[in-house]
C-alpha cells in the first residue's frame, strides 16, 4: 500500500483556534482525520507528524528517505516562506512532494506571497481549506503510484 507522510510546521499545531477566517475551524487532529479518510479512499496510508522546530522537521523529512515513505505532503507553515534548510531536505527527496496550505497565500501579507519550497515540490495547493487536503492527498497517492 502507498504510504504517505503529512508534514505540518509550526503554529499548525493551534488549528481550530487561531485565526478561524484564515484558518477555519477543524482542529489539527480533525484536519488529519479528515487526511486520513482522503489517504484511505485514494488506497493509501497516512502517517503524520507535526514539528514546532525547524531542525526536528528537516530531520523527519530526511527520515522519509529510508523508511518506505512513497510521497510527501507538507504544510510547512511559516518555513515555507524562509526556510532554506527545509527547502534543501525536499530537494534531496526524490519521491512525489506537495505542498499544501489551508488559506489562500497569496490574497495574504506579501510575505507570504513567496515560497521557498514550491520550487523542489510536485505541486502547491493553497486557500481550498480541507479541500486542498484531500487534492494533495490524492495527487500525492497518485504520482507515488505513477
Given at each position: 500500500m502507498t504510504r504517505?507522510?503529512?508534514l ?8 481550530g483556534?487561531r485565526?478561524?477566517e ?13 487526511a ?14 507535526q ?5 526536528e522537521l528537516v ?5 522519509a528517505?529510508t523508511d518506505?515513505t512513497?510521497?510527501v ?7 515555507t516562506?524562509?526556510s532554506y534548510?527545509?527547502?534543501?531536505a525536499l ?7 506537495v505542498e ?14 513567496r515560497?521557498?519550497?514550491s520550487?523542489?515540490?510536485d ?11 484531500r ?5 500525492a497517492?497518485a504520482?507515488?503510484?505513477?
Amino acid at each position: 500500500m502507498t504510504r504517505i507522510l503529512l508534514l505540518h510546521g509550526p503554529n499548525l499545531s493551534q488549528l481550530g483556534e487561531r485565526d478561524p477566517e484564515q484558518y477555519g475551524s477543524l482542529s489539527l487532529s480533525q484536519l488529519v482525520d479528515a487526511a486520513t479518510e482522503a489517504a484511505g479512499e485514494a488506497g493509501a496510508d497516512l502517517d503524520h507528524a507535526q514539528y514546532e522546530r525547524e531542525g526536528e522537521l528537516v530531520a523527519r523529512v530526511h527520515l522519509a528517505r529510508t523508511d518506505g515513505t512513497d510521497a510527501v505532503v507538507i504544510n510547512p507553515g511559516a518555513f515555507t516562506h524562509y526556510s532554506y534548510a527545509l527547502r534543501d531536505a525536499l530537494d534531496i527527496l526524490d519521491i512525489p512532494k506537495v505542498e499544501v496550505h489551508l488559506s489562500n497565500v497569496h490574497a495574504r501579507e506579501s510575505f507570504r506571497h513567496r515560497s521557498v519550497v514550491s520550487a523542489v515540490c510536485d505541486g502547491t495547493i493553497a486557500g481550498l481549506g480541507v479541500d486542498g487536503y484531500r487534492a494533495a492527498i490524492s495527487l500525492a497517492a497518485a504520482r507515488a503510484r505513477a
